[in-house]
């Protein structure tokens, strides 16, 4: 019936203080060499953010190109271009491989995972702290080769053209070989974790949603990244042994290619967005003080979504010469995946009716979510079904659809995680004025940015040009403003984030009335998370928590001990 | 076309109305056969999208303010947790939709998948980074002409990597994968000009890799393919000069095949710099490539004897190829006047003669059909099973004239003895080549050096009227062979020409 | 040479490999093992120092056992090996299939893979008698059995060595075979059929050692955390209610094998 902490921490507590466990130790080694998750979380955290920035500015230097129909900044011809291309390469390849993939399950995974089971930590510490060098290692790899000479095969490296394109491919390549190395090592970490340090009286429907969510994730991670690093290390083999794999010249096939990519990066797109929609998930009970609806039906749309991802990687090789059965087949299987997903927004929808919510900043990033999202996932089926999947494949339609999804989708949900547990994160609160403002200006700008793009993609504009025809300019112009608007909202939201971090309101031990467990410990928590051992109930009970003005904070009305709880 | 969903009905209803609304805003209009389709199905997301997309985003909205926080508000309401037949009520509608929609979305598909029969056949070559036309009539062009209300078929490849055939005005997309022959169709119904772009990352150039694409009437369209057959005018109508046609010829006749014009190494020697440099011979020594040796060596490639190519590789054909004779001189001087102009070593004797068509010395003729009982009837199927030979691929391998190559000539092998693997003597009769090109695999012929693809594809079937174009070929062989006989010459019911095989 | 640069290639991530069965599999031998309880499990963690000291600060920590977590890792990373495996053999698979092997430049399979097949084999049982051992408490048997094993793995790299310095020759035929011809291997990409067997050839040679090699790679992975327990077993930290590391090892090592007679039988059949 409730959720229930044995030991409150924090009244009692801050008579014999606790050293949180930023302020544990503060060598530089005490964090490089550390095995808490929380300090693997930040510094997950910390490097993705650092590639978000760069993927970011790589973006604003692709929409100034497009500002212009023979292209603003590389123009005149083909060695122009190709810097242009290898732009875009670059900033696909950061957003996936450094920042979707690893932000969300790695670095909100890491520092939430163990708190929300109420456990000290993650399964396996060091493999943790492992993972996290790969993901490191696997970095540095892809940005020496981007010093040395930068690829310009796109983020997908097609066959033939990331065989013959006379670039740094395989040490890139073998960099992202490791990222996928780390994310594998991730996942097998989680999943032992949730199958294993789940407090008493934590069945497995009482988990939080986000764990589903980052349960689901890392099935995928285990299971589909070794295909991908097949794949790629069969590339790499093909290149310096000059054999016909994936070469057409050579007798190979591009088109096996390209299934196995798939078959790795479409489940990929679910490692990106199930995470996502988990912190919703979490965000929308917690600020409309309301039980989640149907949790069973969330937590299993979750399931469903990650194992049916895998069988619909087909849909990207529509106008590729696939079997016209194989298209059936992949078509119907892909807008099965749509079912899910509408399930989810469905139930967040009754989640806030007749609750009481609180729009504060996380909260505004969850309803942006839902929006977004909606667009992102109905522009999906329209490129699911066979006939209009020929008039939009490969142009801006798409790219517009899948920023919908990735940033719309898991990006706008992880800034909604950041802000979510940033008090908790860091002990800090940031200013929720500023706050607002940048999600609103975001949610604007970001519209300004994509909605145009699919429209000059219905009309036939293709994806990955450096130049284009006059008559899609209007739209390229108003898209680009959109984009110089984001980065406002960026750096808006870098500048009030870091400000807090110095200047920021001491954060109370639940700030927003959240039941899952990590609220019951300090804001930043002690190094072991919990000074007790946490045991529970029902989740998102919320008749437990009410506010507190005296201390700005919210309360836990009466813990009854577990044992009692019981009869 | 005959399937529609009475949903679609429903909508079909209001499209007058709505329908041009909804769809012209974001699709081309509909300028194709399929694109009908196409926008049905657009019409009908986008009814689908609107409505969930207003529902989802109202109650959003709604419920954010109805539902607010405030001093007077601390509390949710008391409601149910959860509602089982709620949620899979709103599991099962959007299920229903979405399978209607998988299934209106596949039916336009097919229509787009399966090009009519009568359709027009272009072929589309890719590369990087401009497209090649050739049309039936063999002209080549990289402007892309489509006749009005008339079905187009096109078959596509590509010599490098990846590119994507993408019409937006005509709702036709189709990638174009290297190593394999990719199809699409098209039916315009809307006169215009429209853009060809290539729509799957190809490189540097991917985004100048623009075609213009001219749909006209159909009197329109054949004069303009036969504009652009005339090797001799530009597009403008007016004369080109001779090194333009030449390049012309260059594309047109397959020399870009093996011969590179800036200087990296292909099958046959590069262009660049050829023409009036030293070539060295196999066994040492040099020639210098003089207007004489670049002719000599177009005319009898078999001939040649430049060191570190092989001999044989080069059709021996090209007079033929050239328009035959009385004709080929002409183009034969435009090739060695453009290779020229790529030459840093062009000087007077590599130029062709000024004046009139150069003199048709010393052309040997082509190889006349040695004696062998051959049936007068079957002269009009010796030059189409010639042709064939070209076309398909025959010549790249076997020779026709006794020079040893990677596969055996096809000089006096019709009816000749044939040695097998397992030192069994047999006869190459008719059944003998015939199943030796339909299925390679089942004979082994002593010392062969590769097994022979199989070849069925590009011979035999419906479109090539049955076997039709198999025994054109198998007369050509015979026709090559002293051997030749009864036993090893098509059953004599065959003669009937398939017309080239087009 | 060009082998080296692929192993190289290799030999990073399976390192990792073999680096995770060692955080994996020791990772739980902590020195309370020996009569850990739920109860204790559940004990608040150790002085937070130990934690945040993390790898080199403290050895041991963090001082906690979670019963069956080690199972089921090492289960988790065959899985996604096994993953590695089928992808990779699916892939030779379709490549193998569009190919049409004619007659002539014909490659056969060293027989010495047979000998390493025995090997892998009989590891697999000694192994098997090991965990047998152990259960039963049979100390020395234990070690007995974990030493052969450890010797088995070593004796099959060796034979796998073998195997590939065998069929080295037959690499530098096709490899020379395809320089002899090398005007008809064009930049651009055509290449007159003629040279097709050979190419082919040649690429079945490269997939050969790439699935070969990768799967040495893993038992080399292998035999790392193997030898800790050896060495383990000798200093008698294993008993019939203690020996995670014995399990784990058995688990990898029987993966190991089916993996092996996968790719054996493939390549033996369509090669």
Request: charged letters at 10%; glycine letters at 8%.
């Amino acid at each position: 019936m409730t959720t229930t902490a044995v030991a409150p921490v924090s009244a009692e507590a801050s008579a014999a203080p606790v050293k949180n466990y930023l302020k544990q130790t503060t060598t530089i080694r005490s964090w490089l060499l550390t095995l808490d998750h929380k300090r693997i979380g930040v510094m997950y955290l910390i490097i993705s953010l650092l590639a978000f920035f760069i993927g970011g500015m790589l973006a604003e230097v692709i929409r100034t190109q497009l500002l212009t129909p023979s292209g603003l900044i590389f123009h005149g011809g083909g060695a122009a271009y190709r810097q242009y291309n290898q732009v875009f390469t670059l900033h696909g390849i950061i957003m996936v491989f450094m920042v979707l993939v690893p932000m969300t399950p790695a670095a909100i995974g890491n520092f939430t995972l163990p708190l929300l089971l109420g456990a000290k930590d993650v399964a396996f510490p060091r493999l943790n702290l492992f993972s996290f060098y790969l993901y490191v290692s696997g970095a540095v790899l892809a940005i020496l080769s981007t010093v040395l000479g930068a690829v310009d095969t796109g983020w997908t490296f097609y066959a033939p053209y990331s065989i013959d394109s006379n670039s740094y491919v395989v040490l890139m390549v073998a960099g992202i070989f490791l990222l996928g190395f780390s994310s594998i090592f991730t996942g097998l970490n989680f999943i032992v974790t949730i199958h294993k340090l789940r407090p008493r009286g934590m069945t497995w429907f009482r988990m939080p949603l986000f764990l589903w969510a980052t349960y689901a994730t890392s099935i995928i991670q285990v299971a589909a990244t070794p295909v991908i690093g097949v794949t790629l290390l069969l590339l790499i083999v093909e290149r310096v042994m000059g054999i016909g794999i994936f070469n057409s010249a050579l007798g190979g096939d591009p088109v096996l290619f390209q299934h196995f990519f798939w078959f790795y990066s479409h489940p990929a797109v679910y490692i990106m967005i199930l995470p996502a929609m988990g912190i919703v998930s979490e965000i929308i009970t917690t600020f409309s003080h309301k039980t989640i609806f149907g949790y069973r039906f969330i937590a299993m749309s979750s399931l469903a979504i990650a194992l049916i991802g895998f069988v619909v990687w087909g849909h990207h090789l529509f106008v590729n010469g696939q079997s016209a059965e194989l298209d059936a087949i992949f078509s119907f299987l892909t807008f099965l995946v749509a079912i899910p997903s509408a399930v989810k927004v469905f139930n967040w929808l009754a989640t806030m009716y007749k609750g009481a919510i609180d729009l504060k900043t996380p909260m505004l990033y969850a309803l942006s979510f839902i929006v977004l999202f909606t667009i992102g996932g109905f522009t999906g089926v329209v490129l699911g079904a066979l006939s209009t999947d020929v008039v939009l494949h490969d142009t801006y339609f798409v790219v517009a659809h899948f920023h919908y999804v990735m940033f719309g989708g898991a990006i706008i949900a992880f800034l909604g995680g950041l802000h979510y547990w940033w008090p908790k994160m860091t002990g800090r609160m940031y200013s929720e004025p500023w706050g607002k403002f940048a999600c609103g200006l975001l949610f604007i700008a970001f519209n300004l940015t994509f909605f145009p793009q699919l429209v000059v993609g219905a009309h036939g504009m293709p994806r990955r040009y450096a130049t284009y025809l006059p008559e899609y300019q209007s739209y390229m112009v108003v898209s680009t403003i959109g984009a110089y608007l984001q980065l406002i909202a960026f750096l808006t939201m870098a500048g009030y984030l870091l400000h807090s971090l110095f200047r920021g309101a001491k954060a109370p031990e639940n700030p927003w009335g959240g039941t899952t467990l990590e609220w019951t410990t300090s804001s930043p928590p002690p190094t072991e998370n919990f000074l007790g051992t946490p045991e529970v109930d029902v989740p998102y009970d919320y008749s437990l928590v009410e506010y507190d003005p005296a201390i700005g904070s919210y309360i836990r009305k009466e813990p009854v001990p577990f044992a009692e709880q019981a009869h | 076309m005959g399937f529609t969903m009475p949903l679609m009905n429903m909508l079909n209803g209001v499209k007058f109305d709505c329908s041009r609304m909804l769809a012209f805003y974001w699709l081309p209009r509909d300028s194709s056969t399929t694109a009908p389709d196409i926008h049905d199905m657009w019409n009908f997301f986008y009814v689908v999208a609107i409505f969930f997309t207003v529902l989802v985003v109202g109650l959003m909205l709604f419920f954010m303010f109805r539902y607010r926080m405030s001093a007077k508000r601390q509390k949710a309401d008391p409601s149910a947790t959860h509602n089982t037949a709620l949620e899979l009520t709103w599991t099962g509608i959007p299920l229903i939709i979405v399978m209607v929609m998988f299934v209106v979305g596949f039916k336009g598909y097919m229509n787009i998948d399966t090009p009519p029969g009568n359709a027009i056949d272009v072929k589309v070559l890719a590369q990087q980074w401009f497209w090649t036309f050739t049309y039936p009539n063999g002209a080549v062009s990289q402007t892309l002409y489509l006749p009005l209300d008339r079905p187009v078929r096109f078959d596509m490849t590509s010599n490098d990597v990846l590119h994507g055939f993408w019409i937006p005005a005509l709702s036709v997309q189709r990638d174009v994968v290297p190593g394999r022959i990719m199809t699409t169709w098209v039916e315009a119904t809307r006169p215009g000009k429209f853009h060809l772009q290539c729509a799957e990352y190809c490189g540097d150039g991917h985004s100048r890799m623009i075609s213009p694409v001219i749909v006209e009437p159909y009197s329109k369209y054949l004069a303009d393919i036969k504009a652009a057959a005339n090797i001799w005018v530009g597009a403008d109508g007016k004369p080109l000069p001779m090194p333009k046609v030449g390049e012309k010829l260059y594309n047109l006749k397959g020399c870009s095949s093996c011969h590179t014009v800036n200087g990296a190494r292909g099958t046959g020697p590069t262009w660049k710099n050829l023409a009036g440099s030293q070539v060295k011979l196999n066994g040492g020594g040099t020639a210098t490539a003089d207007y004489a040796y670049l002719k000599h060596a177009i005319m009898n490639p078999d001939h040649l004897n430049v060191r570190g190519f092989t001999k044989g590789v080069m059709p021996d054909n090209y007079i033929e190829q050239l328009g035959g004779k009385g004709k080929y001189e002409r183009k034969i001087n435009a090739i060695i006047a453009y290779m020229n102009t790529i030459s840093k070593y062009s000087s007077k004797s590599s130029m062709p003669p000024t004046g009139a068509a150069a003199p048709a010395a010393s052309v040997p003729a082509a190889a006349a059909p040695p004696p062998g009982g051959l049936p007068k009837a079957a002269a009009a199927d010796l030059a189409v099973g010639k042709k064939l030979a070209m076309t398909v691929g025959c010549t790249a391998c076997h020779s026709v004239n006794g020079t040893p190559s990677v596969c055996p000539t096809w000089q006096n092998l019709a009816g000749s003895k044939v040695k097998l693997k397992d030192g069994k003597m047999v006869v190459a009769d008719y059944d003998y080549l015939r199943t030796m090109i339909l299925q390679p695999g089942k004979i082994n012929v002593a010392g062969a050096m590769m097994q022979m693809p199989n070849m069925s594809a590009a011979l035999v079937g419906p479109q090539y009227h049955g076997d039709q174009r198999l025994n054109d070929l198998i007369w050509y062989i015979n026709s090559l062979s002293k051997f030749s006989d009864k036993a090893s010459q098509p059953p004599r019911s065959s003669l009937q020409s398939t017309g080239g095989g087009q | 040479m060009v082998n080296l640069r692929i192993a190289g290639q290799c030999l990073a991530p399976m390192c990792c490999a073999a680096y995770a069965c060692h955080v994996l599999a020791p990772g739980q031998d902590t020195s309370q093992v020996m009569s850990m309880t739920d109860e204790q499990a559940h004990t608040p963690a150790p002085p937070p120092d130990d934690k945040v000291l993390g790898l080199l600060g403290n050895k041991k920590a963090p001082a906690m056992h979670i019963p069956g977590a080690g199972n089921l890792g090492i289960a988790l990373l065959i899985v996604a090996l096994g993953m590695l495996f089928a992808a990779s053999l699916v892939s030779y698979l379709v490549v193998r299939y569009h190919m049409h092997l004619g007659p002539g430049a014909e490659i056969h399979l060293p027989p010495g893979l047979w000998v390493s097949t025995a090997i892998l084999l009989i590891s697999s049982g000694t192994i098997h008698w090991a965990l047998a051992a152990v259960r039963r408490d049979q100390e020395k048997m234990l070690r007995l059995a974990l030493a052969v094993t450890f010797a088995l793995g070593i004796a099959f790299l060796i034979m796998q060595t073998a195997n590939w310095l065998d069929l080295a020759a037959a690499m530098h035929r096709s490899l020379a075979a395809i320089h002899a011809q090398a005007d008809v291997l064009l930049p651009g990409g055509a290449i007159i059929p003629a040279d097709r067997s050979l190419v082919q050839h040649h690429d079945l040679l490269v997939l050969f050692y790439v699935f070969t090699i990768l799967h040495g790679l893993h038992v080399l992975g292998g035999l790392i955390p193997l030898a800790v327990v050896t060495l383990r077993a000798f200093s008698g930290r294993y008993s019939r209610n203690y020996h995670p590391g014995v399990r784990y090892s058995v688990m990898y090592w029987h993966f190991l094998d089916i993996v092996w007679l996968l790719i054996f039988a493939v390549l033996e059949l369509t090669f």
